[in-house]
Structure formats: structure tokens, C-alpha cells
């Protein structure tokens, strides 16, 4: 599986700004992973900000800081996962990943050593 994210940019705060992340390989079986949007600021450990659980689950996870803003969604026709982010913050400035996993229980999901496949990031830069 390889995944393509896209979308970042520079945006002010207040901005919105949509990232995209593109599954190649898996078939009809996109729909069992999943896919998950981390981030890693300069300076920082990557975190874990939004993830969406895969067929049997279908459940949303957000990071405390983002839930009221940020939106994750997927089109299994498509392949694809997408990463919303509205009322942007200097703090969300961040190299974003789009991740993917198999057979993961819901406490392993914002541990990154549980995905298998990671995307190559996409800078998102917020101004104040």
C-alpha cells in the first residue's frame, strides 16, 4: 500500500485548509484499514491528530486540541482519506501524515508504531 497526502499549503489563522491522502494497492480492502492524520510540529514528537476506524468500527478519534475544528473523513470508493481543517492556529503548523493499519484495537490507534504504511507529509503552515 503507498499513500500520496496532499493539500498542504500556507494559510492564516482563521484559514481552512483541506489535505488529501491517497491509498494505492489495497484494493477492495481500503475499507478494513484505518487511516489516521498525524503530525509532527519542528522540534516536536509526531501526534496523533484525527483517525478514522475501518469497516466493523467506522468510529472518528480526535485529538482533544482539534475536535471542535478539524474533520475526518474517507471515501472507500475512492481509496481516499481526507483531513478538514478549519479555524487554522499557528500552533496546528505541521508537517502532516496520513497513516494506515490493519486489525488495530481502538488503544493502539494513536500509537504510530501500529501503522504499517505512511504517507510522505505535507507541510501545513499557519500565520498568525
Known amino acids: 500500500v503507498q499513500l500520496q497526502a496532499s493539500g498542504g499549503g500556507l494559510v492564516q489563522a482563521g484559514d481552512s485548509l483541506s489535505l488529501s491522502c491517497a491509498a494505492s494497492?489495497?484494493?477492495?480492502?481500503?475499507?478494513?484499514?484505518?487511516m489516521t492524520w498525524f503530525r509532527q510540529a519542528p522540534g516536536k514528537e509526531r501526534e496523533f491528530v484525527a483517525g478514522?476506524?475501518?469497516?466493523?468500527?467506522?468510529?472518528?478519534h480526535y485529538l482533544d486540541s482539534v475536535k471542535d475544528r478539524f474533520t475526518i473523513s474517507r471515501d472507500n470508493a475512492k481509496n481516499t482519506v481526507y483531513l478538514q481543517m478549519n479555524s487554522l492556529k499557528p500552533e496546528d503548523t505541521a508537517v502532516y501524515y496520513c497513516?494506515?493499519?490493519?486489525?488495530?484495537?481502538?488503544?493502539?490507534?494513536?500509537?504510530?508504531?501500529?501503522?504499517?504504511?505512511w504517507g510522505q507529509g505535507t507541510l501545513v503552515t499557519v500565520s498568525s
Open positions: 478514522y476506524r475501518g469497516s466493523g468500527a467506522n468510529t472518528k
Open positions: 497513516a494506515a493499519g490493519r486489525n488495530m484495537i481502538l488503544s493502539s490507534m494513536r500509537n504510530q508504531n501500529s501503522y504499517h504504511y
Open positions: 494497492g489495497p484494493g477492495g480492502t481500503f475499507r478494513s484499514y484505518t
